[in-house]
């Protein structure tokens, strides 16, 4: 099976161009005012704008007000939600959209039941803990917690970038990646070279896994 890719945190526009024609399968926009990464609607519509076909659009939240979610909404084409706060499964049905929901990992977190709670995600996004940031920190956690088995797909972030992204794959065999600072040349800035090296050893771990 390959590996999707989602990279996240563009706030310039010839980057997530550039990232389409590397063939990620979606881009995510913050919309996290305290994140370097985030957006303001009417950038993350220039964005949208100029994507080609077949790339998804993420727009990620962290404990968002409803009214906020359902404005940014209603003016950006988005395919997907992904909530990576303490939203309770609840909260992210409402919206009418396939979301993902992220988990902090750290010992003790009982995978299996977060799927049967978010038991119609999208997918479950694994990111590292930090206590005073919701992602986006270039930590890695230990991918030893992640499950062998789960009912949701795996979608593996955390300190990911173009020199680990193949032993990922190899160690974890997520359904995606999702990678955010380690492409970059400065936060928000996208590197293009490091998305293209990451690309690339995604493919090879493909082909070493199939």
């Known amino acids: 099976m390959r590996t999707r890719v989602k990279i996240?945190?563009?706030?310039?526009?010839?980057?997530?161009?550039?990232?389409?024609?590397?063939?990620?399968?979606?881009?995510?926009?913050?919309?996290?005012?305290p994140s370097p990464r985030h957006v303001e609607i009417e950038q993350a519509i220039k964005i949208v704008n100029v994507l080609p076909a077949f790339t998804s659009?993420?727009?990620?939240?962290?404990?968002?007000?409803?009214?906020?979610?359902?404005?940014?909404?209603?003016?950006?084409?988005?395919?997907?939600?992904?909530?990576?706060?303490?939203?309770?499964?609840?909260?992210?049905?409402?919206?009418?959209?396939?979301?993902?929901?992220?988990?902090r990992m750290q010992d003790g977190i009982d995978i299996a039941a977060l799927a049967l709670r978010y038991h119609d995600a999208a997918g479950l996004l694994l990111d590292a803990f930090h206590p005073g940031a919701k992602g986006g920190t270039g930590s890695q956690f230990d991918w030893r917690l992640v499950p062998k088995q789960c009912s949701l797909p795996v979608i593996l972030a955390g300190g990911l970038d173009e020199t680990n992204s193949k032993q990922a794959i190899e160690a974890v065999r997520p359904y995606a990646l999702d990678v955010s600072s380690g492409v970059e040349a400065g936060k928000g800035i996208k590197d293009s070279l490091k998305m293209a090296a990451f690309i690339q050893q995604v493919n090879e771990g493909d082909r070493v896994t199939t």
């Open 8 to 33: 996240c945190g563009f706030t310039r526009v010839e980057d997530a161009v550039y990232a389409a024609k590397l063939g990620v399968d979606a881009i995510g926009l913050v919309f996290y005012p």
């Open 57 to 103: 659009v993420v727009a990620l939240f962290v404990d968002e007000r409803e009214a906020r979610i359902r404005e940014v909404l209603a003016r950006v084409p988005i395919d997907c939600i992904q909530f990576h706060g303490d939203e309770h499964a609840k909260d992210c049905r409402i919206y009418g959209k396939r979301y993902i929901k992220a988990v």
